[in-house]
């Protein structure tokens, strides 16, 4: 039902919250008791002096009852209604809904987005869980403690009586253990407080390196400006350790001679025209298809292109290097899914691959991978090229002719995807995953 015929609606439910009778109301506005009933029950249209008449006694703006519920409302409702297949809402009366009851509708968008929320954290989290080597590490370490603790404790409390010199020892080493433990504790809360803010917890060094790449947008002017990337590194990896700083010299070593192929100034005017499409920039520039996802992964924020993710793989299907969307989030740790564009470029290699995907499970909009494997580095003679796979993520628009949505996992872990051919381990989201098909 369109909005402009709900000013009935709205009406009815503005009297309502006041407290006013409709005879009441219709005196006040100089109208027929009956001839505002059918206003009310959207079977007249109402416009000119008595809609402002009704609005001011109302005590409302006009809009508010013309217009009624914003139009985001309206689709939070709907995505709201979406998230359960086989539910029986009706969505040909959402804005009618929203339009009676808009409290009500703003309390069911706020719940649904919290729910989204929460999912995302348990996503992270579980992930997280499962293959932090660092927060693995500390829990064994307190598991051992706590255990060496519990041994001596139940030692000195048995009956026999014990000698005063063992007696001592076992008390040290309680005390020994209780302060390591207390240590450990510490550290473990201080890690996971710093929730990725601080890279250097993470325990490797990619990590590190990829929370330099975040703080800085994955845009680095300077190098845009031809700094030497040696020197940049050595000022933003000034605090990582020797490994990171390595694995930081080189992907900014590759960035300036990305920048060096695409400048900036021309790739954003060519982005302004073609969007962020890598083969158009092939065509343009002459580069390579990886470089062309580097480069667009890399501008600035306020690109004309909008968000663009990107994922690097080595030939075992290892990531090095990561950018989410927030439509697509690609966990820290683990396997990711085998699904995604990415993996399957590795055994098409230079061939470039566009799959409009979505993740299962998440009301988030479907998003455009586009993925290419080439080889890394230089060729040499009798040796088999080492392949490295991109893939470049962005928002999507609408369906091509003939084209599907592919539905992908972020790991099989958290993944509600049913009956997945690719599927290494059953989801924790239990009876969840038999809804999405």
């Known amino acids: 039902m369109p909005r402009d015929t709900l000013t009935g609606s709205r009406i009815r439910e503005r009297r309502t919250i006041l407290g006013l009778k409709q005879a009441d109301l219709a005196r006040q506005a100089g109208i027929s008791a009956s001839y505002l009933n059918l206003i009310e029950h959207n079977r007249r249209r109402i416009g000119g002096k008595l809609l402002l008449d009704l609005a001011e006694i109302l005590k409302v703006e006009p809009s508010i009852l013309t217009e009624g519920a914003e139009a985001a409302l309206i689709a939070a409702l709907r995505e709201a209604a979406g998230t359960l297949r086989g539910n029986a809402a009706e969505l040909d009366r959402v804005d009618e809904f929203a339009g009676r009851f808009p409290g009500w509708a703003r309390l069911l968008a706020e719940a649904h987005a919290r729910v989204e929320t929460l999912e995302r954290s348990v996503e992270t989290l579980s992930d997280r869980l499962a293959h932090d080597p660092q927060l693995a590490g500390a829990l064994h370490e307190m598991l051992s403690t706590v255990t060496a ?137 002459g580069c390579d298809p990886a470089r062309a996802m580097r480069r667009l992964a890399a501008l600035p924020a306020e690109a004309a292109c909008g968000p663009v993710g990107l994922a690097i793989c080595d030939a075992s299907g290892a990531l090095t290097f990561r950018k989410p969307l927030p439509d697509f989030p690609i966990p820290r740790f683990g396997a990711d899914c085998p699904l995604w564009p990415l993996f399957p470029a590795l055994s098409r290699p230079m061939a470039v691959l566009s799959r409009r995907v979505r993740l299962a499970g998440r009301q988030g909009g479907a998003v455009r991978a586009w993925a290419v494997a080439q080889p890394a580095g230089l060729p040499q003679a009798n040796r088999d090229p080492i392949f490295e796979a991109h893939m470049m993520i962005t928002p999507a628009g609408p369906e091509r002719g003939g084209e599907e949505t592919e539905l992908v996992g972020a790991t099989c872990r958290i993944c509600p995807r049913a009956q997945c051919p690719a599927r290494r381990e059953p989801s924790l989201l239990g009876d969840a995953a038999e809804q999405v098909l």
């Open 149 to 285: 603790i519990r041994s001596a404790a139940t030692i000195l409390n048995e009956p026999e009586a014990i000698d005063p010199d063992w007696q001592r020892r076992f008390h040290r080493n309680i005390h020994e253990d209780s302060a390591r433990l207390a240590e450990s504790s510490r550290s473990l809360v201080s890690y996971l407080e710093a929730e990725g803010k601080a890279a250097r917890e993470s325990g490797t060094p990619q990590e590190e390196v990829t929370a330099v790449f975040e703080a800085a947008g994955y845009h680095f002017a300077a190098l845009e400006k031809g700094q030497d990337p040696e020197t940049l590194a050595e000022e933003l990896g000034a605090e990582l350790s020797g490994n990171a700083r390595i694995l930081l010299r080189q992907a900014l070593s590759t960035y300036a001679e990305d920048a060096l192929a695409l400048p900036l100034k021309p790739l954003l005017a060519a982005v302004s025209q073609d969007g962020a499409d890598p083969l158009a920039l092939l065509q343009r520039f």
